[in-house]
């Protein structure tokens, strides 16, 4: 994929490119109350959800297509741009005929890659941009590959929003963001626009600046919020919603910095430090591969043993140790505990080679 880029173009904002509306669209007066208070913060693109996908069959699941007549009637009174959701072809068709801007693919479509293709087989040639949502399960290749279905088909103005993703694990997020995994897109595909979306990460208003923030500071090219005249009432996703007010001040308060800086003092400062971390790192190297050849060495010696390769007192004493050690020097007891496990899988598997290596016969 050759990525042009196309944002700075549509947004007709300044960087950060934001899209800020309901969740659903619940009527046209709360449309056309959004899409003035929103435009008022110097937005130019709203969200709307026409057809809302739920996890249950009562939830309130979108007013469907007659949402399309009352945003030609909010478009016509104020020229704001509208984004929604399309999860069928037939959507596709019914969100271009209503000549809505932006299209965006959601979590639980992007899972599945018969859908995508009759998505981007309608899309074919479409000259508006064309969104995809990460899939919900933490797999780069399935995002990746659905930004390429849509690209193949001729969509050249592609993006990725980044909405976090499903785990049975219990968090503080609604949606685990993972961060790694939209940073390993970004570094594939520099030009393709990355877009955050809090309101689904957070799942709850109070964090929604906190991962707005840190989207910023990763250097995300836009966020999508939800954005709600009386969220507590709204008809769907109430608690991840925010008031204008809202939304205004977490932009107010949003701090967003540039990729580079041509400040010379401070590209020179920065190749100074960068140069004593090139050091540093490879004294690490050093030491991990010192450390390797000692694991090696006891590989060898517990074959000759017969002992496992696995020791769990040892494997205790290390994971105990290391993040103490770790605290006197002011480092993260997480980040070390990671990092020695990482180490530890490496030695298991240099040992589990050499344990399991054919021992030569002696002819
Ligand atoms: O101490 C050992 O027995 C080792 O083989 C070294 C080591 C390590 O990497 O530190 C590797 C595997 C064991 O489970 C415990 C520790």
Redesign the pocket.
């Known amino acids: 994929m050759e990525i042009k880029p196309w944002l700075a173009d549509f947004s007709q904002s300044k960087h950060p490119f934001i899209v800020a509306g309901p969740c659903s669209a619940e009527s046209p007066e709360q449309l056309l109350t959004i899409a003035k208070a929103v435009q008022a913060l110097g937005i130019t693109t709203m969200r709307a959800g026409v057809w809302k996908p739920r996890t249950r069959p009562d939830s309130f699941e979108g007013n469907g297509s007659v949402a399309f007549q009352w945003i030609a009637e909010v478009k016509k009174a104020t020229a704001i741009r509208f984004a929604t959701e399309v999860a069928t072809a037939d959507h596709v068709e019914q969100a271009l005929k209503a000549e809505i801007d932006l299209l965006w693919i959601g979590a639980r479509t992007t899972v599945n890659p018969f859908t995508v293709q009759e998505i981007a087989d309608a899309l074919r040639g479409v000259k508006i941009p064309v969104l995809v949502k990460n899939p919900i399960n933490p797999e780069l290749a399935l995002w990746l590959g659905a930004i390429e279905r849509i690209y193949k088909a001729g969509v050249e103005k592609v993006g990725a929003i980044h909405r976090g993703f499903s785990s049975y694990q219990k968090s503080r997020y609604r949606n685990q963001p993972y961060w790694q995994i939209p940073l390993s897109l970004k570094s594939q595909f520099p030009d393709l626009p990355l877009i955050a979306d809090p309101s689904h990460i957070a799942g709850t208003r109070s964090l929604i600046q906190e991962v707005s923030q840190k989207a910023m500071d990763l250097g995300y090219d836009g966020l999508m919020i939800e954005t709600h005249p009386d969220p507590d009432n709204a008809l769907s996703d109430a608690r991840q919603q925010v008031t204008p007010a809202s939304l205004g001040k977490l932009l107010e308060e949003l701090r967003v910095s540039n990729p580079s800086s041509n400040n010379v003092l401070f590209v020179n400062k920065l190749e100074g430090l960068r140069e004593k971390i090139d050091n540093l790192d490879q004294e690490l190297i050093d030491t991990l591969a010192t450390r390797m050849k000692l694991?090696e060495q006891?590989?060898e010696y517990?074959k000759e043993n017969n002992v496992t390769?696995?020791?769990?007192e040892?494997?205790q004493e290390?994971i105990q140790t290391r993040p103490e050690w770790a605290t006197r020097q002011q480092l993260a007891i997480d980040f070390i505990a990671e990092l020695f496990k990482v180490?530890?899988d490496e030695?298991?598997r240099i040992?589990s080679e050499i344990v399991n290596k054919e021992t030569p016969t002696k002819s």
Do not use: A, D, E
């Open positions: 694991v006891i590989g517990k390769v696995f020791q769990l040892r494997w290390i180490i530890h030695s298991i040992q």
